[in-house]
């Protein structure tokens, strides 16, 4: 089955500097990579996604890379706010029905 | 606004018992939803893939006749945990695709926290 890892566990950034989690994946099948933030208590919350057929995407702060043959993808944010503070997830599936593979998850701190 | 409601929020109960959790789709149809369980501090696992008007799916390790899920309607599926104990203690959070079919993001629910004392 799909194995997805993510790093770092924990990140702490100063308001204002970028920030970068970064995922693999094993499955050469999946094909679609979302991103999710939870705050605490919560439901995971989909954030930005990016399909096998494009390399990057961006929606105003945040953007994700995709590099198929290595198997990575990542995410990026800029100009990190304190509202920011949350755990992510990256995650990989086949799409469609299929399941959804969770990474480990990686605790942003943004300090004001 | 939320697409996937789940109910209740938070269950405190007595070993023993058991609980159902109700995971809706809003103003869609949804003929798959999946269940997941998330340990503090950990990431989601996921139990069980359900399906309208079948039998689900379930993980290797997790145990049918404990985690009953029920998919009766296209925009309703329970999770029923029988005969609960403390180790079963853990925050369930339930998913669907909206609309069903083709690369179409899933949609989580705020999760049940579930405490057995």
């Known amino acids: 089955g799909e194995n997805v890892e993510q790093h770092p566990s924990t990140l702490s950034v100063q308001e204002g500097d970028s920030a970068v989690i970064k995922c693999t994946y094993s499955?050469?099948?999946?094909?679609?990579f979302p991103w999710y933030k939870q705050e605490l208590g919560k439901g995971p919350q989909l954030i930005i996604d990016i399909r096998s057929n494009v390399g990057e995407k961006k929606d105003q702060r945040i953007a994700v890379t995709l590099n198929k043959t290595a198997k990575h993808f990542s995410l990026h944010i800029t100009e990190t706010q304190p509202e920011d503070s949350a755990v992510y997830f990256c995650?990989?599936?086949?799409?469609?029905?299929?399941?959804?593979?969770f990474g480990t998850g990686t605790k942003l701190q943004v300090i004001p | 606004g939320a697409v996937v409601s789940q109910h209740p929020s938070r269950v405190i109960c007595k070993s023993g018992t058991s609980v159902k959790i109700e995971c809706r789709s809003l103003d869609f149809q949804a003929t798959t939803m999946f269940w997941y369980r998330q340990f503090p501090k950990q990431s989601l696992m996921l139990m069980a893939t359900?399906?309208?008007?079948?039998?689900?799916?379930?993980e290797q390790g997790v145990e049918k006749d404990k985690f009953l899920i029920n998919h009766a309607s296209l925009t309703l599926s329970t999770l029923t945990v029988t005969s609960a104990h403390p180790e079963d203690s853990s925050f369930y959070i339930c998913s669907a695709s909206n609309p069903p079919g083709g690369n179409q993001p899933q949609h989580f629910g705020d999760g049940t926290r579930l405490s057995i004392l």
């Open positions: 995650a990989a599936s086949r799409g469609g029905y299929q399941k959804v593979t």
């Open positions: 499955d050469s099948a999946s094909n679609y």
């Open positions: 359900s399906n309208e008007g079948s039998k689900a799916t379930y």
